[in-house]
């Protein structure tokens, strides 16, 4: 149990809508990270927030955006949504003060679209 | 962009023997992390390695920062059927806040 959730557990849309997925933290973590998981590969790095700013990217194009609360919960937004776009989103927070290796990712949310 | 390929691809292995996986990466890096990620679960870090050549064990498994600082080997002794699961290393670029994550290793015992 590493205290991070995400919601919603899946997740089905059609080409071309919006979606926003959430990430919930325990008190503390004050950086999280947003990965996309392909099926049968690794996670890709999308972005970093730290105290509500971005402060690292992946390659991924702006339409992938996200949000960093005071209350340690995140939100991903993607917009334009590709049939690409189909994967397991996890996001990952580190406690403030522990190494930036010290992640721990929530569950995921697997995302289709048709 | 930077790559880190892991062998094998996937094993399947008789429960009590002994597992070894490797990564490697086509540049110089100053930690290797390796993770563990079940059905359904987010990955969980088994591992972090900091310095070339060291040795590090978590219980049954071992990890090593190979000298070259190009690869890292993760080994699982005595396995058992919770040890299915798929291995991920993984890289953290120095400046950077992006961590980068093999294919991974699909590991399935057979008891």
């Known amino acids: 149990e590493t205290g991070v959730t995400q919601s919603p557990t899946h997740l089905i849309k059609t080409r071309g809508q919006q979606v926003t997925l959430r990430c919930s933290s325990q008190s503390g973590h004050n950086t999280v990270s947003w990965y996309q998981q392909a099926l049968g590969q690794g996670p890709q790095f999308i972005f970093q927030?730290?105290?509500?700013?971005?402060?690292g990217r992946g390659n991924f194009p702006p339409r992938f955006s996200g949000l960093q609360f005071p209350n340690y919960s995140s939100e991903l937004n993607v917009n334009a949504l590709e049939l690409d776009d189909s994967a397991l989103y996890l996001c990952?927070?580190?406690?403030?003060?522990?190494?930036?290796?010290?992640?721990?990712f929530g569950p995921g949310t697997r995302l289709l679209v048709l | 962009g930077q790559q880190l390929n892991q062998s094998p691809q996937s094993m399947f292995i008789q429960e009590g023997e002994d597992v070894s996986m490797n990564c490697t990466s086509s540049?110089?890096?100053?930690?290797w992390l390796w993770y563990k990620q079940d059905p359904g679960e987010g990955p969980v870090l088994l591992i972090a390695?900091?310095?070339?050549?060291e040795l590090t064990s978590n219980g049954r498994l071992t990890a090593q920062f190979g000298i070259t600082r190009k690869d890292s080997f993760l080994n699982i002794s005595a396995s058992i059927p919770s040890d299915v699961g798929i291995y991920f290393c993984a890289l953290h670029p120095p400046g950077t806040y992006k961590y980068i994550f093999g294919t991974g290793t699909r590991l399935k015992v057979l008891a």
């Open positions: 927030y730290y105290r509500e700013e971005e402060n």
């Open positions: 990952a927070s580190t406690p403030a003060g522990d190494s930036e290796e010290t992640q721990y």
């Open positions: 390695l900091y310095k070339a050549g």
């Open positions: 540049s110089i890096f100053n930690t």
